[in-house]
């Protein structure tokens, strides 16, 4: 979402949102000078609650129900009835518009309508999948549902460089960009696995080991949840991680062991659930990265006896890559 503030030095209303390679400041309004440094927070504030219920708007995939031009007439038009009903959006842009009625100067109130009109377009434009200039932020939001354009440049970003590919986590929407790289992900598993004449499961103990890293997405991918379709593994996992994030308890009934204080039985999830899309993506990543580490490990022990496979040279490391990459192509 886009947070607000006051910037008392410059006395001007700024604003920052997140992208998937850090946020971005602009600078919203001048501060009228007659107006009050406590209006102008409490504007703020207001400002940043709506701009988090649009975004909620897009992750429950509700975008299509909000009314524009019905919620830039109610700003402008503080004197309407307070709203009936329950429609958070429709009491936020009415307080912003009792607020803005007190604010000197016009100019003031039209750049605002203005910031939360950007807003509005920036929601809709995600929602449509346009994911450019201020609707980046959907980068950082889950949805309940996968985008098949972004599916298919996400699936673009992996086939250009499935070891580096930075794009996933800063221009495709993470529900979908996960379920292209399960897919990769699972590519280069069982093409490793069939190459160096392990099982799956142990080339994710292999990769861990190489590196000393926890790679427990990959391993509740690829061995945990090996029978399930991609798209059902990663609504599942993003689902916990989402629920757990609100503070919701679920009970799994996989677990046959209930808890020996409370008597049920507990879900957990690999991902944090505060950053759970980008910690999906990123876990996903490094499951492929992963897997390149144990051809490595494999191609140098089997084509270069007596060599360090933690130290095979930079051209024997780049050949190897490029092998790794044109054969996972190929296996995708």
Do not use: K
């Not at 410059?10 to 107006?35: F, K, Q």
């Amino acid at each position: 979402m886009t947070t607000y503030a006051h910037d008392l030095a410059a006395s001007a209303i700024v604003s920052t949102w997140p992208t998937g390679d850090g946020a971005v400041a602009c600078r919203v309004a001048r501060v009228p000078r007659d107006l009050g440094d406590a209006l102008a927070r409490r504007i703020t504030v207001v400002l940043t609650r709506l701009s988090a219920v649009l975004w909620s708007a897009y992750s429950e995939g509700e975008a299509g129900q909000l009314r524009p031009a019905d919620l830039l007439a109610t700003l402008r038009d503080p004197d309407r009835p307070p709203p009936d009903g329950d429609d958070e959006r429709v009491r936020l842009v009415h307080a912003l518009g009792r607020l803005l009625a007190r604010t000197p100067g016009r100019a003031f109130r039209e750049t605002v309508v203005r910031e939360v009109r950007a807003e509005l377009d920036a929601v809709l434009d995600a929602d449509a999948g346009e994911l450019t200039g201020r609707a980046l932020q959907a980068v950082r939001h889950v949805r309940g549902d996968v985008h098949e354009g972004h599916v298919a440049t996400a699936d673009a970003v992996l086939e250009a460089d499935p070891l580096e590919p930075v794009g996933l986590l800063t221009t495709v929407e993470p529900h979908s960009a996960a379920v292209a790289a399960v897919h990769w992900l699972r590519a280069a598993a069982r093409w490793v696995a069939d190459v160096a004449g392990h099982s799956v499961a142990d080339v994710v103990a292999l990769a861990e080991a190489i590196e000393h890293e926890d790679l427990g997405v990959a391993r509740e991918v690829l061995v945990m949840r090996q029978d399930e379709p991609d798209e059902e593994v990663v609504r599942d996992l993003l689902q916990e991680a989402v629920l757990a994030g609100r503070g919701i308890f679920v009970v799994c009934p996989d677990r046959p062991d209930p808890d020996t204080d409370h008597e049920h039985r507990v879900l957990t999830t690999v991902l944090h659930p505060l950053e759970s899309g980008r910690c999906l993506v990123d876990g996903l990543i490094r499951g492929i990265q992963g897997c390149f580490r144990v051809y490595a490990d494999a191609m140098t022990t089997r084509e270069r006896p007596g060599a360090d496979p933690s130290d095979p040279g930079h051209e024997w490391a780049v050949e190897l890559r490029n092998r790794f990459v044109t054969e996972l192509r190929e296996e995708a």
